[in-house]
């Protein structure tokens, strides 16, 4: 979420906050290559919504007539814990992410453009902290073979290698998102001045 170049100078924080888009960015913007991975997520994502759908839809109509499917509760709360996952690493790249407005008192835009690089910075870190988190857990059920509880006794390593992905892809955004960010700020930087004068 860059400002335009076109747009002026802000002389204060407020005006900085105030050329922020009042929406967040459409994962649809993604298009460039260095998006890929991101973008094969989401992909990912969606087709997994529409079968849960209609397997949800599919297994209400067996039971009305007592038929039941097992594992359809175990089933859907895995499909959700996935598409969590999956789509984060895209929110991430749009800067679809919660946005707390706590430095809008502040007179200065490059208090408000630190403050933005700071929780970028922040971001990046905890993205990759959740990432080796999530690889020891999928090393760990792999060679263990650890199964979780349920009708289907799934092996766990399934679930905690689709939580790798989607941290590792989470990672990749927040790089791009912080360099992108990075050059953002030394763009608007270097023209304060001269507007100034």
Wanted: proline share 4%; hydrophobic share 55%.
């Amino acid at each position: 979420m860059s400002i335009p170049s076109s747009s002026p100078t802000p002389d204060s924080a407020e005006q900085a906050l105030a050329q922020l888009p009042d929406t967040a960015n459409d994962t649809a913007d993604l298009r460039e290559r260095i998006w890929i991975p991101e973008r094969a997520l989401e992909g990912i994502a969606a087709v997994l919504i529409i079968a849960l759908a209609v397997f949800v839809t599919l297994t209400v109509i067996l039971r009305y007539f007592g038929q039941g499917v097992l594992g359809t509760v175990e089933l859907s709360a895995l499909a959700m814990v996935v598409l969590t996952v999956l789509v984060v690493p895209a929110a991430t790249a749009a800067d679809e992410n919660f946005i707390v407005e706590i430095v809008d008192m502040l007179e200065r835009p490059r208090l408000v453009d630190m403050a933005r690089l700071l929780g970028a910075v922040v971001q990046l870190i905890v993205s990759l902290f959740l990432a080796f988190s999530a690889l020891e857990l999928f090393l760990y059920d792999w060679s263990t073979k650890t199964t979780m509880a349920g009708e289907l006794s799934m092996a766990r390593y399934w679930l905690s290698l689709a939580v790798f992905l989607g941290f590792a892809v989470l990672v990749h955004a927040s790089v791009l998102f912080l360099i992108r960010l990075v050059a953002s700020v030394r763009s608007t930087a270097s023209r304060r001045p001269h507007e100034g004068a």
